[in-house]
Structure formats: structure tokens, C-alpha cells
């Protein structure tokens, strides 16, 4: 027997329809504050990721699927979303409309990483990105943007942690500090971290081994080596979170996963998630369109999974239910189901969820399919029925039952919506 690949999901209902919901709250929710919907294909040339993320974290060193195409290009399926769109826009600029651009996208991301609660090789990711503006003010829609998604969605007691990553001349400052911090560490880190040290320090604070988090409790921290012009857009965000009712914490040792981030980060965890208790996070990124040779360019985004959002909101008690059928059409023989089907066909098109028994089988069995698949109301045709234009419909709750006509049974679903 052939079986999914490790790490990967089939979704079938209630699950897949929680998928569907968080998608719809995200369009509606990310419409209001003026952001439009971006598709970007599903792999992309390697270098894209290599150059972005950075060569020597974990998702480039470790976790990307690539491949070779049959002309022997490398390519890549997308381990994250912000890259790709980055890519488009310097692909092509004037598509993206008047500065700043507001996009989202939702879609899948690979990551050869240890399946686990929440985690997957291939997941759902929804993501903003905001390009052209370094202003403070953005910052803070931002964040005030991802707050209101995990609200909408039902979320609640989460922790929001922001910090600076100054610009890139504060990074390589402080990125030398730490490197001398942390070889008079070196010999509690763990293997990984001790590689790190010299070629990326700031992955250390990423690693969850408890070693190498008690090495780093009392390293230097980066808010400390951030220039003049980066700590007052960082006084400005902070103010104008305040002009919200969001609530956070400074925390410094927060620097995030991907090496292109400048200036502000955050992230959001909930508690309820144990160790692993990110639920997504962004920051700005004001220097990565020019690295890859478009105009100098600021721009700032987020990211979370949706399988850490479907886990928080099990945890919390508010998975969605599965959408309950409204009406299940019964018959008593062969002829009755021609009329069966014709009445199916007229409610759905009533924008009323109905279904019915294909095979025949006597009413009893047909009442026990209606009462296994939790529906609403279920109805019974036979020739009387079909002669007199009135129909026993009876509501599988209370088990009352009415004689009706079809218009009034389409108006009764109408009005139970």
C-alpha cells in the first residue's frame, strides 16, 4: 500500500472546512485594512531562498527540498512566502501599483524538519507583506494586523514579544560582541550551536536545546548596539502600539529565524503550545530588495502556520464544527426517487445544504442515514406526497413534525439558514 510521504496531510472534513474558515476570516480581515491577495508559484530557483533566508540557517542548511530540473537548474519549493514576492516585485515594479504595496498570500510551504504538534514538512502559511515604507506607523498596522486575525479567529491569552534588529551596521556591531560572549561558551553549546558561533551567532538564540538557552541568559543584547536612527523608529513603533490596546514585551533576545530582517521583529506565542509555542511573527526586511539588485526598497511582513493556529484554537475550545447538512430527502420506492431528486436539485439551488440516498434502501435504513449524519431536518416522499403537494417534514431534533408544501419548506430552510 502506497502511503503519504512523512510529514504531510490528507484533510477531510471538519478539518479541511477549518482550513477553509481561517482562509475566509484572513481575505476579509486583510481587505479591511487595504491588502490584496498574491499567488506566487510553488517553486522557485534555489538562489532565491539560499540568498534571502541566509546559507547558514537551518531551513537553507537543512530543511529545503531541492531539485534539479531536466535542463539541470536548481530549483527549490518555496520554504517560506516573502521571498517570492520580493522576487516578483523587482521582476516587475509597476505591476505592484502605487507605494507602499499591500499583498497576502496564502498557501503551502516545504521544510524537511522533525514532524511534530503542529508542524508539518508541508503546511498552510498565511502571510501580509507591506513594500515602500519605512514609516513607524506601518510597523504598528502590522502588528496590529496579526493581533486582530488571532482575535477574529478566537484566540486568547497569547504573548506578543517585539524587539530591534537594528540596521545592518548595528547587526555586524553586535554580531562580533556576541561571537565573544559566546566562545567563552562554547564548550556547554550543543554541536549545531557550537558551528553557529562563528558563522551566524544570532541562529544561537533559535536553538531550544536548554544547554545553550542557560549559556545565553546573560549575553549581550542587541536593543544595546543599535544606532540613533534605529532606536527612534523603535521609540515611534512603541508608540504607536500604544495608541492601541495591544499589549507586549521587549524581549531581547528575540532576532527570528531568517537573516534578512532589520529594525522591528515580533512574534506571537500562546502558552497553551508548550515548548513550541510560536504561532507566527514578521518583521521588517528594509534591506533585501536591494540585495538582490532592485532599488532600495523598505518593507515589512508576517507569517504563521495554520496547523499552530488549528492546534491553539483546539486547545482553547473554539475548532469550528462541521458544517451540519440541513436537509437529508427520504423515499419510499423507485418512482418517488425521481421526484426525490428533482426536489434536491431545487434546494440547493435555494442555497440549501441537502442531500439524499443514492442506493435504495427501505425508509428505515434512509432514517438512519439521516440521523448518522446529524442533519437538520429530513424529509419523506412517496406517491401520496407527490399527490397531494404535501411533504411530513420533521426536524431531527426536536422529532416534531409538519406537513408542508415545497415553498414553505424552502422558506423554513431559508429562515434557518
Not at 521582476?91 to 503551502?108: C, R, T, W
Not at 495554520?306 to 427520504?330: D, F, M, N, V, Y
Amino acid at each position: 500500500m502506497i502511503k503519504k510521504p512523512r510529514g504531510t496531510q490528507d484533510f477531510l472534513p471538519p478539518k479541511s472546512e477549518e482550513i477553509a474558515y481561517l482562509e475566509e476570516k484572513a481575505a476579509e480581515l486583510f481587505k479591511r485594512y487595504g491588502y490584496g491577495r498574491m499567488i506566487t508559484p510553488i517553486f522557485e530557483s534555489t538562489d532565491l531562498f539560499t540568498r534571502s533566508i541566509g546559507e547558514t540557517t537551518d531551513i537553507v542548511s537543512k530543511e529545503m527540498y531541492t531539485f534539479n530540473d531536466k535542463k539541470g537548474r536548481s530549483l527549490t519549493l518555496r520554504p517560506e512566502g516573502t521571498a517570492p514576492i520580493v522576487r516578483a516585485y523587482i521582476e516587475d515594479p509597476s505591476s505592484f501599483g502605487l507605494l507602499p504595496a499591500k499583498v497576502y498570500y496564502i498557501g503551502q510551504m516545504f521544510r524537511y524538519e522533525r514532524p511534530q504538534a503542529g508542524r508539518y514538512r508541508e503546511f498552510w502559511q498565511i502571510g501580509v507583506e507591506a513594500i515602500g515604507s519605512s514609516d513607524a506607523v506601518l510597523d504598528a498596522e502590522i502588528i496590529d494586523l496579526l493581533m486582530s486575525y488571532l482575535e477574529e479567529v478566537g484566540l486568547i491569552n497569547l504573548d506578543l514579544k517585539i524587539n530591534s534588529m537594528g540596521c545592518k551596521n548595528d547587526r555586524a556591531k553586535y554580531s562580533e560582541q556576541l561571537k565573544d560572549y559566546l566562545r567563552s561558551k562554547k564548550a556547554d553549546l550543543c554541536k549545531d550551536c557550537r558551528q553557529r558561533v562563528e558563522v551566524n551567532p544570532l541562529r544561537v538564540f533559535d536553538c531550544k536545546n536548554k544547554d545553550c538557552q542557560m549559556s545565553i541568559t546573560n549575553a549581550p543584547k542587541i536593543i544595546d548596539y543599535i544606532c540613533k536612527d534605529c532606536n527612534g523608529h523603535f521609540e515611534k513603533v512603541k508608540g504607536y502600539l500604544g495608541a492601541t490596546s495591544i499589549k507586549y514585551k521587549v524581549e531581547s533576545r528575540l532576532v527570528r529565524g531568517f537573516d534578512y530582517y532589520t529594525r522591528t521583529v515580533f512574534e506571537v506565542a500562546s502558552s497553551e503550545l508548550g515548548a513550541q509555542d510560536a504561532l507566527g511573527g514578521g518583521g521588517r526586511y528594509d534591506n533585501l530588495i536591494a540585495d538582490y539588485g532592485g532599488d532600495s526598497t523598505p518593507a515589512i511582513g508576517f507569517a504563521f502556520g495554520l496547523e499552530r493556529i488549528i492546534l491553539a484554537r483546539q486547545k482553547q475550545g473554539k475548532s469550528k464544527r462541521p458544517t451540519k447538512l440541513h436537509l437529508w430527502i427520504s423515499y419510499i420506492d423507485e418512482e418517488s426517487k425521481k421526484e426525490a431528486f428533482k426536489l434536491l436539485l431545487l434546494m440547493r439551488k435555494n442555497n440549501i445544504s441537502a442531500d439524499m440516498s443514492l442506493d435504495y434502501k427501505n425508509l428505515k435504513a434512509q432514517l438512519r442515514q439521516a440521523d448518522k449524519r446529524d442533519v437538520g431536518y429530513s424529509l419523506v416522499i412517496g406517491p401520496d406526497e407527490i399527490a397531494s403537494g404535501k411533504y411530513a417534514l420533521k426536524d431531527m431534533n426536536t422529532k416534531e413534525q409538519q406537513s408542508l408544501c415545497i415553498d414553505e419548506i424552502v422558506r423554513r430552510m431559508k429562515d434557518e439558514g
